[in-house]
T-cell receptor, first 112, second 114 residues
């Protein structure tokens, strides 16, 4: 599986934007980039995913580099509830029911 | 909003006993998964299930583990003879499609083997 690299931890101030980076230099042409997060004592939660173009939804935006070797999850206004571990995951586009392979993720701390 | 529900939320069992963890996936979803997370460690894939059969399984998912969709709504994970190292949070997930759709996770079952 192609791997992703994320910083272990990041801090942000409440109500400020947060940019969470992810490197995936060995991504293949048909891998989707998925982001999930895990709040304390909860199951993982889907945030956003994309293939080539930037994506927006009600939770976040995903900016994908032109060469697709990196991406950035953008939380436009961090709240205390956004404190979580954020996982950047590549998901193959072929084959059977491909699982999500979770790494260590980025622990986001939001300061009041 | 539809959600994946798991029961029980916490299960304590003696080593060597059988346990069944239950999940009700979202009703129109076709793909089902079990993951586990040992305290302080990564979320690990166990098994995926589609069309009433296992699609993929990890090396963790040995002969002690089995999955079943007995009645079209429940999705169960059975551990035949629990070991201390099976103590973990077990998460069920489901999705409509394979790779281009989101997976919805349940809140998990905390399994404690004593």
């Amino acid at each position: 599986d192609a791997k992703t690299t994320q910083p272990n931890s990041m801090e942000s101030n409440e109500e400020e934007p947060v940019h969470l980076p992810c490197n995936h230099s060995t991504i293949s042409g048909t891998d989707y980039i998925h982001w999930y997060r895990q709040l304390p004592s909860q199951g993982p939660e889907y945030v956003i995913h994309g293939l080539t173009s930037n994506v927006n939804n009600r939770m976040a935006s995903l900016a994908i580099a032109e060469d697709r070797k990196s991406s950035t999850l953008i939380l436009h206004r961090a709240t205390l509830r956004d404190a979580a571990v954020y996982y950047c995951i590549l998901r193959f586009s072929s084959g059977s029911a491909r699982q999500l392979t979770f790494g260590s993720g980025t622990q986001l701390t939001v300061l009041p | 909003e539809p959600e994946v529900t798991q029961t029980p939320s916490h299960q304590v069992t003696q080593m060597g006993q059988e346990v069944i963890l239950r999940c009700v996936p979202i009703s129109n979803h076709l793909y089902f998964y079990w993951y586990r997370q040992i305290l302080g460690q990564k979320v690990e894939f166990l098994v995926s299930f589609y069309n009433n059969e296992i699609s993929e399984k990890s090396e963790i998912f040995d002969d002690q583990f089995s999955v079943e969709r007995p009645d079209g709504s429940n999705f169960t994970l059975k551990i035949r003879s629990t070991k201390l190292e099976d103590s973990a949070m077990y998460f069920c997930a489901s999705s409509v499609g394979r790779h281009n759709t989101e997976a919805f996770f349940g809140q998990g079952t905390r399994l404690t083997v004593v």
